[in-house]
């Protein structure tokens, strides 16, 4: 398909008045002008598609619920810009996170006609402190163990994309040395560690900041601990900008601290996403949705999100003071490297087309995945 007269953010830099040409998935070209009949798209925004790599579930279902829910649930994830996503899960046994990674590895070599791709799964747990656990249930988690981790993953290894772990726990350098030698990105999470055990890992491999400043302990003057050394070192942090869970003014901290390229918008979306308000459950945890806002029955913590991508894009656009083309680069380029996948997140020639036509609020239009478009604004 060859899309004229858009204005397409090309390569993670800048926007360009150009004609798109893709064929077979790809794009094969890019500039003024191109030669033949397509699309007039009337000069509109043409993004990458946008990448969730935290992400446990919407529309009543989540990513542990076994293939035909991870299927309905990407299937539903066009119309908000996504076009691929990381599955998280987590908050069981052995056996039955197993079972979820067998559901979600299926669909991710079978990918779902109409639907986002499933890059892989990131595992939250079940190796995490059992303090600042957040929606975690604490009988799901486990001390670090290599004969449970095998037994837990068995031939869905090369599904793994991320690994959310506590720094503090006995065994985390190791795992951390393993999983990075695989090409899997390890982050901190849910952890009360501090700013030195933290550094100390980075050199270990982990690179990555789960939900930086929730379930972590607070930073201090004297005691920076983890958002502390996320601040301050070389990691890539994630950050859940729906109005909630973390004030525009450490938003607009974290846009002057960090290298944009080193910041990566998530949604950490739970079941209750695109729902009504009411009872839900994240594995063993129920949780209230009131008000658009998810927490847990008995402690009222919150409990994940019902953010949606493209909110976020624009809540981070408005508030942080970032420019409008870092905030791309941080729903698209950075979860794609953080992914490990170098063919998405960017317009060039060679890149997978998965890509969203926004309007100038960038609230998505059109989104096309593999080069078919699987969902229009009507």
Request: net charge negative; charged share 20%; aromatic share 4%.
């Given at each position: 398909?060859?899309?004229?007269?858009t204005?397409?953010?090309?390569?993670g830099?800048a926007?360009?008045?150009?004609?798109?040409?893709t064929e077979?998935?790809?794009?094969t070209?890019?500039?003024?002008?191109?030669?033949?009949?397509?699309?007039?798209?009337?000069?509109?925004?043409?993004?990458?598609?946008l990448?969730?790599v935290?992400t446990?579930?919407?529309m009543?279902l989540?990513?542990?619920?076994?293939?035909?829910?991870?299927?309905?649930?990407v299937?539903?994830?066009?119309?908000?810009?996504?076009?691929?996503?990381?599955?998280?899960?987590?908050g069981a046994?052995?056996?039955?996170?197993?079972?979820?990674?067998?559901?979600?590895?299926?669909?991710r070599?079978?990918p779902?006609a109409?639907?986002?791709?499933v890059?892989?799964?990131?595992?939250?747990?079940?190796?995490?402190?059992d303090?600042?656990?957040g929606?975690?249930?604490?009988d799901?988690?486990?001390?670090?163990?290599?004969?449970?981790?095998?037994?837990?993953?068995?031939?869905h290894?090369?599904?793994?994309?991320?690994?959310s772990?506590?720094p503090e726990?006995?065994g985390?350098?190791a795992?951390?040395?393993?999983?990075?030698?695989?090409g899997?990105t390890?982050?901190?999470?849910?952890?009360?560690?501090t700013?030195e055990?933290?550094?100390?890992?980075?050199?270990?491999?982990?690179?990555h900041i789960?939900?930086?400043f929730?379930?972590m302990?607070?930073?201090?003057?004297?005691?920076?601990?983890?958002?502390?050394?996320?601040?301050?070192?070389?990691?890539?942090?994630?950050l859940i900008?729906?109005g909630?869970?973390l004030?525009?003014?450490?938003?607009?901290?974290?846009?002057?601290?960090k290298?944009?390229?080193q910041?990566?918008?998530?949604?950490?979306?739970?079941?209750?996403?695109?729902?009504?308000?009411g009872e839900?459950?994240?594995?063993?945890?129920?949780?209230?949705?009131?008000?658009?806002?998810a927490r847990?029955?008995?402690?009222?913590a919150l409990?994940?999100?019902?953010?949606?991508?493209?909110?976020?894009?624009?809540?981070?656009m408005a508030v942080?003071?970032?420019?409008?083309?870092?905030?791309?680069?941080?729903a698209?380029l950075v979860?794609?490297?953080?992914a490990?996948?170098?063919?998405?997140?960017?317009?060039?020639?060679?890149?997978?087309?998965d890509?969203?036509?926004?309007?100038?609020a960038f609230?998505?239009?059109?989104?096309i995945?593999?080069?078919?478009?699987?969902w229009?604004?009507?």
């Amino acid at each position: 398909m060859l899309y004229k007269n858009t204005r397409a953010f090309i390569n993670g830099e800048a926007f360009e008045a150009v004609d798109v040409l893709t064929e077979n998935g790809v794009i094969t070209n890019i500039g003024p002008d191109l030669c033949g009949d397509g699309r007039d798209m009337g000069g509109m925004l043409l993004l990458p598609g946008l990448i969730d790599v935290h992400t446990h579930g919407r529309m009543g279902l989540g990513y542990s619920d076994g293939e035909s829910a991870v299927r309905a649930i990407v299937r539903d994830l066009p119309k908000t810009g996504v076009t691929a996503v990381c599955a998280a899960i987590g908050g069981a046994g052995a056996a039955a996170i197993h079972a979820a990674l067998a559901g979600v590895d299926a669909v991710r070599k079978s990918p779902e006609a109409g639907g986002a791709q499933v890059l892989g799964a990131h595992l939250e747990g079940p190796f995490l402190a059992d303090t600042n656990l957040g929606a975690i249930a604490r009988d799901s988690l486990h001390s670090i163990d290599m004969a449970f981790y095998r037994e837990m993953v068995g031939k869905h290894e090369d599904a793994i994309r991320l690994v959310s772990l506590s720094p503090e726990l006995p065994g985390a350098a190791a795992l951390t040395e393993y999983l990075s030698a695989r090409g899997i990105t390890v982050s901190a999470a849910h952890s009360s560690c501090t700013y030195e055990t933290l550094m100390a890992l980075r050199n270990a491999g982990l690179t990555h900041i789960t939900h930086l400043f929730n379930a972590m302990v607070p930073l201090h003057h004297r005691a920076p601990g983890l958002p502390g050394a996320a601040l301050a070192g070389d990691f890539t942090v994630e950050l859940i900008c729906d109005g909630v869970h973390l004030h525009q003014g450490i938003l607009q901290l974290v846009s002057k601290a960090k290298d944009p390229k080193q910041i990566c918008l998530i949604t950490d979306a739970t079941q209750g996403t695109g729902m009504p308000d009411g009872e839900y459950a994240l594995g063993s945890t129920a949780f209230i949705v009131k008000n658009g806002i998810a927490r847990m029955k008995e402690t009222g913590a919150l409990a994940g999100s019902t953010l949606e991508l493209d909110a976020a894009l624009r809540h981070m656009m408005a508030v942080s003071g970032a420019k409008t083309e870092d905030v791309i680069n941080m729903a698209t380029l950075v979860p794609a490297r953080e992914a490990g996948q170098t063919d998405r997140g960017r317009i060039a020639c060679g890149c997978r087309a998965d890509l969203v036509f926004f309007d100038e609020a960038f609230f998505p239009i059109e989104t096309i995945v593999q080069g078919e478009t699987v969902w229009q604004k009507h």
